[in-house]
């Protein structure tokens, strides 16, 4: 089992400024190295590939190890990992492990990736790094994306915050479907979405002291993440300011599912309702699962997360496209 953060005391900002501008994190996250030879044991394998050396931004590349030397290609699921965009990494222990288990069971392949931070680097730096993201792995000449990674299929998913990157960087990716190329969008995964609002739901007032994220320390991660001098009714943050986004209706017309996954526990769960129901007002495709839990219990405590793992395999295997050809 992946070992769980060092927690922060509950009065200790888990970050802190330091004089000279930057910040240091106070929560301890352990990682973990990339496993990309096989060993005969490992059920699966994975590799890190550059983004951005500017940026310092990457992905890691999981695979089931049983379509190595093979000429099956699988979906691919892009995957942002969670954190309130402040926190953790594609090579945290917790993600690593997640991400391995949804290429195993879901049998795909998963793009982990790691993204800019906040408060360093406000939104819409993670979105951007999110669309850079999707251009590197349309043009990588890596042979496990060119031999496995079946392109036509492709969903772009997250936990958290990194559901959040997840819809943001949808809405992006259906303005420019073309520049995707041979990169196809079938649909969106928001897992537990990190979203709020300047309205105070009443999830959040209920279960705002909730054990793993709470409201004020959302807040907290809002007030870090946002651009300077916005609220939490900016876009970034609630995605039904001003009625949604207009690009929902491009998503729309393009035929993408969008797949919202929620637990009763969490106190965002209203405003995720919220985004679901406005989605499918707008006429988008949209599956919801709810399950019971807390905010991240499927990637804290994977063997509890085995029936959100079912709800993801059946979006994914009722969503693909039987007839894909995606020649790289």
């Not at 240091?24 to 990309?36: D, G, H, K, Y």
């Not at 500017?54 to 590349?61: K, V």
């Not at 405003?271 to 989605?279: A, F, I």
């Amino acid at each position: 089992m992946p070992d769980s953060p060092s927690p922060v005391p509950a009065n200790r900002n888990p970050i802190v400024s330091n004089p000279d501008g930057t910040y240091t994190r106070l929560l301890e996250l352990p990682s973990i190295a990339a496993t990309p030879d096989d060993d005969g044991h490992s059920s699966v394998l994975s590799k890190d590939i550059l983004i951005n050396p500017e940026n310092g931004t990457w992905f890691r590349i999981f695979i089931p190890r049983q379509v190595l030397n093979s000429t099956q290609k699988l979906p691919v699921l892009v995957y942002y990992h969670g954190g309130g965009f402040v926190f953790m990494s594609a090579a945290s222990t917790t993600n690593h492990y997640f991400c391995a288990k949804i290429a195993s069971q879901l049998h795909v392949m998963v793009a982990s990736i790691e993204y800019r931070l906040a408060p360093e680097h406000r939104l819409p730096a993670a979105y951007d790094d999110a669309i850079e993201a999707l251009h590197c792995i349309k043009i990588s000449q890596d042979i496990w994306l060119r031999q496995y990674a079946d392109l036509c299929n492709c969903f772009l998913g997250g936990s958290s915050a990194g559901g959040n990157i997840a819809y943001h960087a949808g809405l992006r990716a259906a303005e420019i479907v073309d520049d995707l190329e041979p990169l196809k969008i079938k649909g969106l995964i928001l897992q537990q979405p990190f979203f709020s609002g300047v309205e105070r739901t009443e999830s959040e007032l209920r279960l705002g002291s909730g054990s793993i994220l709470t409201l004020a320390g959302s807040d907290r991660m809002w007030n870090m993440s946002l651009p300077v001098d916005v609220d939490r009714d900016h876009e970034y943050c609630n995605p039904l300011v001003s009625g949604g986004s207009i690009n929902i209706e491009l998503i729309r017309v393009l035929g993408w599912r969008v797949l919202t996954c929620g637990v009763y526990g969490d106190h965002l769960i209203d405003k995720q309702m919220e985004l679901h129901r406005m989605l499918e007002e707008k006429g988008v495709q949209t599956v919801l699962y709810l399950g019971e839990g807390y905010h991240g219990m499927e990637i804290m405590e994977p063997s509890k997360a085995d029936g959100l793992i079912e709800a993801l395999k059946q979006f994914v295997s009722s969503t693909v496209s039987s007839d894909s050809n995606c020649l790289l």
